[in-house]
């Protein structure tokens, strides 16, 4: 099993997040999670429930959910050894401070870190449109080795719901991590 760290900004889509979160802790493989100070608004806004409430539903250790100001937190360090970082959904604001190098707080420095180490980092952005400032971080994350997996959700696989739209961008989520899932409808022509 595998040892993840989901990190959730505070851009709107924050249900992505929970879904991957879910997604891998009931696969049986560990999870670690960061939630910025803004993102535990939005997953409020967005969902009615705190994050703390979605964490005990998906029995998620408290000692594996780190305060986002806690720079000394084991995700900031390269001996925390991850298979893999995702920023679910990732911020403009924080995908820029991590093309820019830098680390403010727990989950840009826990990015910066997973670059530096070479372990997958994967950059779920949630915004449209993008400016060119956007565009251009984007691509310096991309070319320091992040994967950029925007939440896109496609319409090929007929969705019935919102669920069925979030289950394919977890999906693909974890097609990159290459954990098997059944989340989503797979083309066939």
Known sequence: MGKYLVCITGASGSVYG??????LAGTGHEVHCIVSHWGRQVVESETGRTFDEWAKELAIDPGRIYDPDDLAAPPA????????????????NTAGAIAGGISMNLIQRAALVSLKEG???IIAPRETPLSLVDLRSL???AEAG???????PAFYHSPQNVDDL???V??????RLQVRND???RWTN
């Open 18 to 23: 929970i879904q991957t979160v879910k997604a």
């Open 183 to 185: 989340l989503y409808k």
């Open 77 to 92: 360090s390269g001996s925390f050894l991850l298979d893999a970082a995702i920023i679910v959904p990732c911020s403009m």
């Open 170 to 175: 977890v999906g693909k989520i974890l097609d």
């Open 139 to 141: 691509t310096a994350l």
């Open 146 to 152: 992040a994967i950029i997996l925007p939440c896109s």
């Open 166 to 168: 979030v289950n394919f």
């Open 119 to 121: 372990r997958p980092l």
